[in-house]
Structure formats: structure tokens, C-alpha cells
């Protein structure tokens, strides 16, 4: 599995700085929550990590390393096995619980036998069992947003940038998606979670808070 590595990383969007230039490391196996208020930076900050920001929106400045790998554009963090969670689910309202699962997996060339069992479980996991055949237009924000984090949980990610993934569950719910993560890590995957939650926080293994786009870490890093 794979370490996260992030160096002199900065985001601006136009003339507003949203992070200050700042070093991540987060070894495989770990967990790392970053806190804020709103507006901190805390979402720009994982979409840097996810090298997901498209250079007419955001400047980014530094260096994301994967593995030890440079990881330069999207496509190439996706290959190498990060995987974002963002905030507002992005998924497809016209699909089912089990088609935005599913469907990823696919195109990730994953054999239909085993993206069917994987999605299966990573509904499961999640607490969807029973609702897979609702279109996601149909399911609440709480399910939506479990249903975006059980396609990353199907890809079974290196990394994992889940960004607000328990904002919109009730405290059984909350419970298990924070359990989710922390398997995840202990599989080996290196796990960020952008959170308001003081719970979901004092969880993990570091806590690295932003304040206007300045990081300092509350907690950690993680050796
Ligand atoms: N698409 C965008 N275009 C312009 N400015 C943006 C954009 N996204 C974020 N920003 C700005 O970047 C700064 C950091 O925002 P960001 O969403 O990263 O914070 P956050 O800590 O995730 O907030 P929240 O907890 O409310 O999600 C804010 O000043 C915000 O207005």
C-alpha cells in the first residue's frame, strides 16, 4: 500500500488564498482529520491532495507524491489509487444505490462477478442493504452521502480523501461510516477526513487544523 506525501502544497482560487503552502504526510495505514471552520480550506486542500483542480479554477503550487511517486494531474492520482469523496457526493441522480457502486468498478475493468460482490459489501458496510434499487434522487442526504462513500470504499482506494463524510448522519450511521474509514486504514489505505466533527476527530490518529488556509497540527502528525 501506499503513503500520501504532499510538499509545499498551496491553493489559490483568483486572489483568494484558500491554503497556505503546507506539508501532509500520511503513511499507509493511517488516519488523518483536518479540521477548520467553514471556509478554512479544508475541501481545497483535498482536491489538491486529489490533484482534482483544473488549473483555469484554482493555482496549486508544491508537490503530491503517492507511494513516492510525483502525482502531477488527476488521472494519474486515480491510476495510482486516490480516490475523493467530496463534499457534495457527485453522483448521478439518475442511477440507483447500486449502479453508482457498480458502475466505477466497471470502468475501473474490475471482473462484472467481482464488482457485483464488491458492491454488495461496500453497500453493507455502509448500512444500504435493501436500498440498492433506489435511484439516488430517491434516497435522503444521509444515504446519498453514504452511497458516495461506499463507491470509494468499492475501489478499494491507496488513498482516501473523504471530505464531510458524516455531516448529514444520524449517530448510528455516523458510527459506522467512521468505522468504514478506520477499516480502510487498517487494509492499509492512507485516510484524510476533512470534518467539523470532534468526534470524528479525536479518532484519528493526527489532526491537522487550517485556520484561513494556515495549517498547524492539533494532534501528530503521525510518525
Ligand atoms: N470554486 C471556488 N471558487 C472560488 N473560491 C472558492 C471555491 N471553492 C472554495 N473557495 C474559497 O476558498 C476558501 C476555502 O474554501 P473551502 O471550501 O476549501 O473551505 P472548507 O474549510 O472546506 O469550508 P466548508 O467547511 O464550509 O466546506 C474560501 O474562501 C472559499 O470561498
Redesign the pocket.
Known amino acids: 500500500m501506499s503513503d500520501l506525501q504532499a510538499t509545499g502544497l498551496s491553493?489559490a482560487?483568483?486572489g483568494?488564498v484558500?491554503?497556505r503552502p503546507l506539508d501532509l504526510a500520511v503513511p499507509s495505514g493511517a488516519v488523518v482529520a483536518v479540521t477548520?471552520?467553514?471556509?478554512?480550506?479544508?475541501?481545497?486542500?483535498l482536491?489538491a491532495l486529489a490533484r482534482a483542480l483544473r488549473p483555469a479554477?484554482?493555482s496549486v503550487t508544491g508537490t503530491v507524491r503517492v507511494g513516492g511517486s510525483v502525482v502531477d494531474d488527476h488521472d494519474e492520482a486515480a491510476r495510482r489509487g486516490v480516490v475523493l469523496v467530496p463534499?457534495r457526493n457527485a453522483l448521478s441522480a439518475t442511477l440507483t444505490a447500486h449502479e453508482s457502486v457498480l458502475v466505477p468498478l466497471l470502468a475501473h475493468r474490475v471482473p462484472a462477478t467481482e464488482a457485483w460482490q464488491r458492491t454488495d459489501e461496500a453497500l453493507g458496510r455502509v448500512g444500504l442493504t435493501g436500498s440498492e434499487q433506489h435511484l439516488v434522487d430517491q434516497l435522503s442526504g444521509g444515504q446519498q452521502q453514504r452511497v458516495a462513500l461506499a463507491r470509494a470504499l468499492a475501489l478499494r482506494p491507496e488513498v482516501l480523501l473523504a471530505?464531510?463524510s458524516t455531516s448529514e448522519l444520524d449517530a448510528g450511521n455516523r458510527e459506522l461510516v467512521l468505522a468504514a474509514l478506520h477499516e480502510e486504514a487498517a487494509r492499509g489505505a492512507a485516510v484524510v477526513l476533512?470534518t467539523?466533527d470532534p468526534d470524528a476527530a479525536a479518532g484519528a490518529g493526527a489532526v491537522l487544523a487550517?485556520d484561513e488556509?494556515a495549517a498547524a497540527w492539533e494532534r501528530g502528525p503521525v510518525a
Request: net charge negative; aromatic share 8%; no cysteine.
Open positions: 491553493v482560487w483568483g483568494v484558500a491554503v477548520g471552520p467553514s471556509g478554512a480550506g479544508k475541501s481545497s486542500l482536491w479554477a484554482a463534499q471530505d464531510e476533512a467539523h487550517l488556509g
